[in-house]
């Protein structure tokens, strides 16, 4: 067993990796980036050396630089994690070169799995069921496009080196396959640095299952049952579960055969995962085989009792598998969901920021948190913004669904936008908490998942109300003790705050555009409230970091968090965000001019569909902005014509920035 291992790779999955090696008793090294040099995965490990600037081209996609650190630091082998190089042939060669131990398949089989294309040749050949499309080499577009009508839409573009949807695109239709195929193209280029495409039957309502392989260095491989990755949003997967709702022994074993099958046609090594598209009626075809560890793979290691790092450390160290076939047994139900800095409400833009309030549920046997940041961490417009995975356990899939719903109420976030308002909703409706699952899941349920903004409740109001009046309160106290005179009565907040019923405190709350008033009264301790036409007593206490409030006869845990002019409130698993108005104040700022197009996140331009001067249609498409490797449409929110074009493709923007003036013509 290896003494020392270098993990090439941040976040979450560097602490993964590095918790399961101290159990090892093995030193882990970590690399990181300016970006990251503060990181959680930093402290993680045993040492960390620096790789380079913040964008990855400079630094985790550095080979050659993280191959020098393995070696100058005494690690005898390099775990890539998932993402950057895990799947890179090229690095897998240079790390054995070196004389070191990459802990993953060999060279070889990445280079067969790494084109789409070729993968689904080999998988031909070896019995594998294919879906209908084309795996050519030809990547002219007259010759994709006969394709694509040959196979009839919808048709799948996808990325041939790729995954994790980029690079994809669905294409309903003969006009607007063009549009389609540059759009994929160009976000493949981005992530992969390979432009190449492959077309597919788009199946309607399919299911997304996929099967974990490992395979040793003595010709055994074993799968480690399903996952379904079915819940999905733009070809990205949102909650995972393990095993597959509604599979049977049989259909398990024949899926499992052929995983295992397609692992053995390309000799592969260590952890890897084979993905297939299913029917509603439980046939299945191979999609793709991811040659890593998968982001999911904490639901099969909390339905087995297994560690799947330690197993790749093993098999990467020459041992056997731990586990024959026969000896691998499951237990209950795990679902995993992907928390995310996203804005669902805003197509999933990413979001970048720093975290300023975390709070997260009590871990436990049956509720596990795998992250990679903390409180105060940012979020950088370099990398994937996810934040956490968080899986529960249970003896059924009810139980685990029970346990993940309580979870979710309990976390919490300030800072930067997150989807956890948005998964709390998905588990919750009916089609997923009755496994009624499919790819389309999202889209067809939009309504549901994505309902207008909702003007705040009283409870929420109140809280707000009762959280601001304890930051008074602390404030007051804190100004007392900074004093000369602590005890001046000119230090109590209820001198000049009269309690009488004439007068009171009144708080403005800005929220779904509209404003919510709250008229607060105290005597000593005892607190009246004023939302609307309705009173209420109330009393309110620090609990830690939270509050504890009485409420009439109802007593409530909460949390008020400030940031700036907005207040956050959590309570019971519901979260509100709202501002705080000050009616004496005036910025002296004007609202940007509706006729300029901002940036809704920071990023680098792509492409500008438009000049000056020209005239276009409501939704018409006038630049496209990349982001974390994904491309977002900047469209135009009615007709008019175009004014000012303010940046050129290649160009970095901040958030907030003047992209694009439209003037909108009367009446539009």
Known sequence: MFDKILVANRGEIACRIARTARRMAIRTVAVYSDADADA????????????????????????????????????????????????????????????????????????????????KTIMGKAGVPLIPG?????????????????????????ASAGGGGKGMRIVERHDAFATALASARREAKASFGDDTVLLEKYLQEPRHIEIQVFADMHGDCVHLFERDCSVQRRH???????????????????????????????????????EFIVTQDGTFYFMEMNTRLQVEHPVTEMITGLDLVEWQLRVAAGEPLPLAQEDVSMRGHAIEARIYAEDPERDFLPSIGTIAHLRTPQTSAAVRID?????????????????????????????ALRRLKSALADYRIVGVAT???????????????????????????????????????????????????????????????????????????????????????????????????VRVRTRSDAVSLTIGERDCAASVARAGDGLRVQLDDMEIAADVVARGEDRYVFCAGESYRMRLVDPLAHSGEEEPHPAH?????????????????????????LLILEAMKMEHTITAPAAGTVSAVNYRAGDQVAEGADLIDLDAHSGA
């Open 134 to 158: 084309y795996h050519g080499k030809s990547q002219d577009d007259a010759r994709l496009l006969a394709q694509a009508d040959a196979i009839g839409y919808p048709v799948l573009v996808k």
């Open 236 to 274: 990205q997967k949102v909650l995972e579960e393990a095993p597959g709702p509604g599979m049977t022994s049989e259909r398990r074993g024949r899926m499992g055969a052929a995983a295992v099958a397609a692992a053995k046609a390309i000799g592969y090594v260590g952890a890897g995962t084979v």
């Open 419 to 517: 989807n956890v308002a948005f998964l709390q909703r998905v588990v919750a409706h009916d089609a997923f908490a009755g496994a009624r699952l499919d790819t389309g899941l999202i889209d067809r349920h939009r309504a549901a998942l994505f309902p207008p903004p909702s003007p705040p409740s009283a409870r929420v109001l109140a809280l707000a109300a009762l959280g601001e009046l304890v930051r008074m309160r602390e404030d007051a106290a804190a100004w007392a003790r900074a004093s000369a005179d602590p005890w001046s009565p000119w230090q109590v907040l209820d001198t000049w705050w009269p309690n009488s019923d004439k007068h009171a405190l009144a708080l403005c709350f800005e929220a779904a555009g509209g404003e919510h008033w």
């Open 40 to 119: 959680m995965h930093v402290a993680a490990c045993d040492e960390a050396h620096r790789l380079g600037p913040a964008p990855p081209r400079e630094s985790y996609l550095n080979a050659q630089a993280i191959i020098a650190i393995a070696q100058s630091s005494g690690a005898q082998a390099i775990h890539p994690g998932y993402g950057f190089l895990s799947e890179n042939a090229e690095f897998a060669s240079a790390v054995a070169s070196a004389g070191l131990r990459f802990i993953g398949p060999p060279p070889a089989a990445i280079r067969a799995m790494g084109s789409k294309a070729e993968a």
């Open 597 to 621: 197009l901002m940036a809704p996140m920071s990023g680098t331009v792509v492409a500008v569909l438009v000049k000056p001067g020209e005239t276009v249609s409501k939704g018409a498409a």
């Open 371 to 399: 992250t990679g940041v903390r409180e105060a961490d940012a979020i950088s417009r370099f990398y994937d913004p996810m934040i956490a995975k968080l899986i529960a356990w249970g003896e059924d899939r009810s139980s």
